[in-house]
């Protein structure tokens, strides 16, 4: 009783080999080879160790003789076809391959053979590193008539978990709600320290580190960590679902106090829904230049305001020069250039750039100043009069035009020019908004009175300034009205000999100027004989441009006294102001 293999073989081809199973007359069975494994499983750590025996019979049921050899293999099943007891390449069929790679591979470690002892080979089997069953195949017999059977043992990971191997499903999704796919299967697969993926029921918890905080979440939760238990396979697994927010979502997991490298997931920004160019600078000098580039930019968003994907294709156009005309966008931007040209209409290039959206073309439009050189200057502002005191200022502020009243470039030249006072040239700002040139006109004190009446009379003038700023080949002009004060009787002056003899006649001159020094001109000077003393005055005159007043004489008395007082007056209708000199009269 028991398994017999029969082989037959006709001239010139292979042996053909079957099992049969023996059995008695009279329904009962002996089984030849009896194979006993203890334990039955064990961890696949390549150390540990199951007792294996094999006890041999005959037909009859009588033990095999001592020093009967018995043969072992342990490995993938296979059909032993030359009946050798071992896994023979070319002649043996592999009928379990566990690891698919084609071919038979041993599976733990037993010894080749053994000998019997009462009818009993014993030896011992040492566990292998990869989970799954391994068949112990037992062969004994001489050659011809061999016997086999087999018997398995189960090698099972070990009850902690290593590592952990976290992958994505799929590593790109789309936003919620903006078509495509918008959720990906994380797994997480658990190994032992032997590389084997451990049993089923291992808790893993999966939490997000971080994302674009648009809503991303875990089996709907979206900040608390999501527990999932292992399969039969070692792994675990969650579903992560995007939001309303692009951007990178970085997962990890967690056994007891194993951590995951983290996995990455890419939330993809939905179809364009809104679109923005802008160019750089906002104005340049083409109008009479070819080739002058600008830097134009296309950012592209979904409908949650997300950069679209990589490579949207962007369209750019314009009426006026020339666009390069279509670029894709990296992280929701396209870029492109302009360069002036042929044709020009008005210096103001309108620029489109333009994508197809979910709902069709999804576009947007800027401009462009393509200004030549300065074509009209303007005073915005100006002070229309300063005092003419040395420290007075007023701001002026100037506007420069192209030929198409378009504003020139940022930093075109301004030169400024006063015929009195100081002023700073310097070059325009900005030229996207305007093209304007800001200064300060600084007055100064005159060195005479530059705005004489007829007749005479002071109108507060000193001089009517030429403020004057030019750009390129044109200019403009203003006037600017640099006031003179009242008289300032500390400035003024009686200009006479400081002695005078007795009955001698004298000149006298007058200076009159205000209180910063500016002469006065058109001023009337009388005599004041009423506070005059040991004298006679005559004579009466009005200021020059230089506030002097000349054709006044001064005739001493004859005696009487050392001293005399002149007193003269400025009849400004502003406000009279009397002014006096004290002098020696006699002879020295």
Known sequence: MGTATIQASAEGSQFKTAQIEVISAGGETTKPIEIEIAPGWLPADGISTSILKATIRDLSGTLAEDGTIVKFAAGEDFQDVDGDGYYTEGVDQ????????????????????ALTQDGVAEVTYTAGFRTGTAYIKVTTGPAGQQIQDYNTILLVPADTVAYIVLTSEHPIIQVRGTGGGEATQITAVCYDDNGNRVDEDFPVEFYIINGPGGG???????????????????????????????????????????????????????????ISVGVLPCNIRGWDKDCV?????????????????????????????????????????AYTKYLSGDPRNNGLAMIWAETIGE???????????????????????????????????????????????????????????????????????????????????????????????????????????VLTAKSGFVSASVYVTFLTGYTY?????????????????????????????????????VADQSRTTNGTIIGTGYTNAFGEAAGFTFTA????????????????????????????????
Not at 294 to 311: R, S
Not at 450 to 460: A, H, K, N, R, V
Not at 494 to 503: C, N, W
Request: proline share 6%; charged share 20%.
């Open 94 to 113: 592999l009928r379990y391959d566990t690891n698919g790679d084609g071919k038979w591979n041993p599976i733990g470690i037993i010894a080749p053979y």
């Open 216 to 274: 991303e979440n875990l089996n709907g939760e979206e900040s608390e960590p999501v527990i999932a238990n292992t399969n039969p396979y070692g792994e675990a697994r969650v579903t992560l679902s995007s939001g309303t927010v692009s951007g990178t979502v970085r997962i990890r997991a967690k056994a007891g106090s194993i951590l995951s490298y983290s996995t990455i997931v890419t939330i993809c920004a939905g179809p364009p829904f809104d």
């Open 293 to 333: 580039e600008a830097d134009l930019c296309a950012c592209v968003v979904d409908i949650y305001g997300n950069p679209v994907p990589d490579l949207t294709a962007v369209h750019f156009s314009t009426e006026e020069g020339m666009v390069h005309s279509s670029d894709q966008t990296e992280d929701g931007c």
């Open 359 to 465: 709902t069709g073309i999804v576009r947007d439009s800027t401009v462009l100043i393509v200004s030549g050189p300065p074509a009209s200057v303007k005073f915005l502002s100006y002070p229309q009069s300063l005092l003419a005191d040395g420290i007075s200022k007023g701001c002026v502020m100037v506007d420069v035009r192209d030929v198409n009243n378009n504003f020139v470039v940022g930093g075109t030249p301004v030169k400024m020019k006063t015929n009195f006072g100081s002023v700073a040239s310097g070059v325009t700002s900005d030229g996207c908004y305007a093209s304007l040139y800001e200064t300060e006109l600084i007055s100064e004190v005159l060195t005479q009175d530059y705005s004489m009446p007829s007749p005479y009379l002071d109108d507060g003038v000193g001089v009517l300034n």
């Open 489 to 525: 009787s500390k400035n003024c002056e009686i200009d006479m000999e400081t002695q005078v003899p007795y009955g001698a006649t004298v000149p006298i001159v007058v200076i009159i100027q205000d209180r910063y020094g500016n002469p006065l001109g058109g001023h009337e000077i």
């Open 557 to 588: 008395a004859s005696g009487g006294g050392e001293t005399a007082i002149v007193t003269l007056c400025d009849e400004d209708p502003r406000g009279k102001v009397c002014i006096a000199k004290k002098i020696k009269l006699g002879e020295d």
